[in-house]
T-cell receptor, first 116, second 115 residues
Framework: GENVEQHPSTLSVQEGDSAVIKCTYSDSASNYFPWYKQELGKRPQLIIDIRSNVGEKKDQRIAVTLNKTAKHFSLHITETQPEDSAVYFCAASPRGVNFGNEKLTFGTGTRLTIIP | ETGVTQSPTHLIKTRGQQVTLRCSSQSGHNTVSWYQQALGQGPQFIFQYYREEENGRGNFPPRFSGLQFPNYSSELNVNALELDDSALYLC??????????????FGPGTRLTVL
């Protein structure tokens, strides 16, 4: 089955600086790669996702890059703000029967702390 | 705020007991996936229900079973509870459509403690 590794496990950056979180996956059949943000005691929330036909996707301060050959993908957050502090999870999945039917394998999470 | 709800919020059981957790999917969603999140870990896929049928299962023993109802709400049942079953149980619903992007919306979770 799929195995997703995520690094680093903790990351502290100064407010305004950039943060980068990296994930690798093992199953070449995976083609859906979402990133979730989970604040303490709350549910995971999707912040950005990418499918294998796209190498990069950006949404305001957040971007995800995908390298299918190397089987890795990364989350980039620019101009970090205190509200970006949370645990971030990457995930990977092969295509589902339909979109939304993916079975996600999650990484172990990165605790991001933004230092004011 | 998403429309996925779960009940109960918290639950305490003892080893060997059975538990049923419930999930109401967001309106219009036909797919429910269940995940187990141990403390400090990422969610682990348990199984998925699509239009009332099991549509894939993760590496969990048969004492983890589920059900999806005609209104697409779902139950997760765990028999013969073990201490290691203590975790946050998350369900996620999605539209499961043939086209377009469909994210999985997570519920708030049920915190299960097994003593």
């Amino acid at each position: 089955g799929e195995n997703v590794e995520q690094h680093p496990s903790t990351l502290s950056v100064q407010e305004g600086d950039s943060a980068v979180i990296k994930c690798t996956y093992s199953d070449s059949a995976s083609n859906y790669f979402p990133w979730y943000k989970q604040e303490l005691g709350k549910r995971p929330q999707l912040i950005i996702d990418i499918r294998s036909n796209v190498g990069e996707k950006k949404d305001q301060r957040i971007a995800v890059t995908l390298n299918k050959t190397a089987k890795h993908f990364s989350l980039h957050i620019t101009e970090t703000q205190p509200e970006d502090s949370a645990v971030y999870f990457c995930a990977a999945s092969p295509r589902g029967v339909n979109f939304g039917n993916e079975k996600l394998t999650f990484g172990t999470g990165t605790r991001l702390t933004i230092i004011p | 705020e998403t429309g996925v709800t779960q009940s109960p919020t918290h639950l305490i059981k003892t080893r060997g007991q059975q538990v049923t957790l419930r999930c109401s999917s967001q309106s219009g969603h036909n797919t429910v996936s269940w995940y187990q999140q141990a403390l400090g870990q990422g969610p682990q896929f348990i199984f998925q229900y699509y239009r009332e049928e099991e549509n894939g299962r993760g590496n969990f023993p048969p004492r983890f079973s589920g059900l999806q109802f005609p209104n697409y709400s779902s139950e997760l049942n765990v028999n013969a509870l073990e201490l290691d079953d203590s975790a946050l149980y998350l369900c996620a619903s999605s539209a499961g459509l043939a086209g377009g992007d469909n994210e999985q919306f997570f519920g708030p979770g049920t915190r299960l403690t097994v003593l």
